[in-house]
């Protein structure tokens, strides 16, 4: 027996124990330990007074078997009691039965606290610490509610042993860390950044770890602490191995303060004061001097403890990443490492360079040991470690080694075990994108991958090899090649199945020409895939198919014979199904040019992040793929990939409002006319009234263009619109009709909004969305059939009564004569403003309803201010204007009566989706509103002010608008009062 | 992290950021007090005398942060803790 047990140790407890040992099973131990809880408990309960000694050894007991994985569900109240004993022994005992067994909740809480404080206040400084250690195991917030006030005067009190100051500092960091709510910041916290001066090293040790923490939380309130951490750091650093006496561990004078301290200051900047700097520089030199000084010892601790100082110390030169000299010389030793037998060493210096790598400074260093990080993942023994190695090759990757880590990480995929190929597949992936030259090395590299772990190649890595040949039109043909060679592996991998077959689809044409990749060839190398693949992939492939048709009028007999096909229309699988009908159908009755339109190539994709690189942050959480993108690389090729691939902007593109007021309608174009100089002119030029006033030429401007491209591609095919420019010919046959009364209301809804439900009755539905550019407009119209019954002879048509038709020009299509129950259809229209204009087109929506005739007429949301450009202008430029339109037809004014709450949010939102540019800082009086913009029609623009002045008070408005034409004035103005 | 000692096992669990070599001395400095405590430590010891294995833990260590190093101090404490 050891000897100390001989004089405190409790007999009956080293009997139990032994007993429990010599138990032969485990229903025998369940028994002897059941006979001893019916024990303690008749004791417990009995009617003799325990003394001290026999309710520590029960309590002792209990607590054994509670070790031991059985519940305890008595002899707290013992314990508790424990507390106030006066033998050491006794209330250490209880303690360490409430810090193990006690949880917060307790309702003993409260007794517990108050000898917790009764220790706490006794001056006894070992039952200080066994309270304050109990505080700190126990760490409840009832515990910080209770105490955290108290510790803190204990802590930094003069009279305090340096033990109790020990406990004192991590039993405040435990409650601070739990409820940084309860401690109180104070006057002491100034006297604990003192404690880093302390003369005893166990304070200081103590001390480190509630100061680290408490900078994290307030770093500018400690900034002191630099210095004085420096200099502690630098006296131990610069010590002899035999200064610090018992602090020195295996010659390494106190490795554990040293990792401390080195950890407080990466709470920091680097110090600005040049002194403190210069001596902590000299600290990390001397450290990285030490590691490669012959070893003092041959023992591992010694090894462990000094390079446990050194790693913390390459932290904080990563951390502080301003010292290129230090950070080379910290990869040179981390190299050293690499090579090191230790594992632990060499898994700890791949984790660290990994760091390195992403330094200015240090990434050329780190580049270097490429051939050893490579030869560490095919040859290191142990999982983590490769997996380390694959993190560093890819931090350190880079335009001049891509090729080389790429082709060693999709060799060791060959290989890697399981758990880790998806990841590295990822980073193959990134890789290969982010450092492409040239693109084709791209394809190969992501056809290898599929067809080295296709396995792991995840649904965003072969999505984006789409994408990036789709955006790329160098790489469309090379990529066509690779997956029509790739295909004719016997045995390919489905995800190789699906890139073919949409690669194919695409850009099958560009390989057709050979006649060793010909149309047929194509797509029986395809087909001959199909019946293994899964649903998913089938779909895919029968898209693939259609678009055979386009490309390859040649094919349409074979393609529509495999959809025609039992097994494709009448599949089980809905999906499959339903493409083999809609794309047997539509191979069957569209013309080729409809086809053509239809299955044009897809348009490039908008470039965003990679979703590959999303997918493996997720996968490792953040900082794992995030040496790759914060910024310091050069911008790799992955930002041009699809950079010059956006869409061009259209070229109806609106102009900003300054240029429209000074390039009035030509803005946009190249060719744009001179501006007009001097603000006199140029008000002229903006209000003229004359056809003068308006573009010399009506040539191919640029609103033409974006009018032909509103247009429909092309006329002569089946689905073309009517031109319906002269409206007269196709609805003079049929009067339109008398707007229903509600006509008024329902236009006024959409005088300031394009989008929303022009019309409900129980039968139909009429939706509207529409957007307008300059003077033209595009308008989506979508016919809603409530019933259940189809509508028969659906037709609806547009008409332009009185002067509309020279003024408006509004081109329909035609919609199917039936629109079935529950169905809805669309129609789209062309607008074109060519004067302004009072009245809106009529819509007429005629059809039958279960025999009855409907006809429905409405006023199409068209209004002159639709096409209202807005236009900023400052104060002055305003009342300039306004004063020039001074005649009194040019002015309009109404005062009317609030319809509507006055909120000032909704009237700027009404004004805004008015047309007009809402002008602040014009009107001397804010409450007022004011307003400016231009009518653009094609024959001329109106420009125009207005002004809103609201009256709360008599819940009364007046607006004013002047424009240059009187009738637009007057229309704009009754069109606007009725808004509010 | 984990250290074996003959059949024994000292883990100790640690954050992501931890310095994961002095971790590794912080178990060894842990037995090598248990050791001098007991004077060669051995299985039955901690089993035996499981509560002063708990006494010596709280000097070394407390709230996760290591305490008190210098092996002298923590065994001088729980001696004169002992007399009391």
Redesign the interface.
Known sequence: ?????K??GMRGL?VF?SDI?NCKSKEAEVKRINKELANIRSKFKGDKALDGYSKKKYV?KL??IF?LGHDIDFGHMEAVNLLSSNK??EK??GY?FIS?LVNSTSELIRLINNGVKNDLTSRNP?FMCLA??CI??V?SREMGEAFAADIPRILVAGDSMD?VK??AA??L??LY?ASPDLVPMGEWTARVVHLLNDQH??VV??AV?LITCLCKKNPDDFKTCVSLAVSRLSRIVSSASTDL???T?YFVP????S??LL?LLQCYAPPEDAAVKGRLVECLETVLNKAQEPPKSKKV?HS??K???L??TISLIIHYDSEPNLLVRACNQLGQFLQHRET?LRY?ALESMCTLASSEFSHEAVKTHIDTVINALKTERDVSVRQRAADLLYAMCDRSNAKQIVSEMLRYLETADYAIREEIVLKVAILAEKYAVDYSWYVDTILNLIRIAGDYVSEEVWYRVLQIVTNRDDVQGYAAKTVFEALQAPACHENMVKVGGYILGEFGNLIAGDPRSSPPVQFSLLHSKFHLCSVATRALLLSTYIKFINLFPETKATIQAVLRAGSQLRNADVELQQRAVEYLTLSSIASTDVLATVLEEMPPFPERESSILAKLKRKKGPGAAGTLDDGRREPGPGGDVNGGMEPAPSSGSTPSPSADLLGLRAAPAPTATPAPTGAGSLLVDVFSDSPTGGPPSLGPTPEEAFLSELEPPAPESPMALSADQAPAADTAAEDPGVPIPEADELLNKFVCKNNGVLFENALLQIGVKSEFRQNLGRMYLFYGNKTSVQFQNFCPTVSHPGDLQTQLVVQTKRVPGQVDGGAQVQQVLNIECLRDFLTPPLLTVRFRYGGAAQALTLKLPVTINKFFQPTEMAAQDFFQRWKQLSLPQQEAQKIFQANHPMDSEVTKAKLLGFGSALLDNVDPNPENYVGAGIVQTKALQVGCLLRLEPNAQAQMYRLTLRTSKESVSRHLCELLAEQF | MFRKYASLYFCCAIEDQDNELITLEIIQRYVELLDKYFGSVCELDIIFNFEKAYFILDEFLLGGEVQETSKKNVLKKLKSLEET
């Open positions: 027996m050891p000897a100390v047990s004089g405190d080293a124990i040992r002792c607590l054994f070790l050491y022994t250490q005992i360490l193990v070992t304050l250690h700190a195991n760490g033990s020990q406990s991590l039993c960091l435990r860390k090293m166990g040790t103590a770890s006496q018992d602090y561990y106190a490795p554990w303060l990792v401390k950890r601790q462990n403890a390079n446990a100082v790693f913390e632990n700890l």
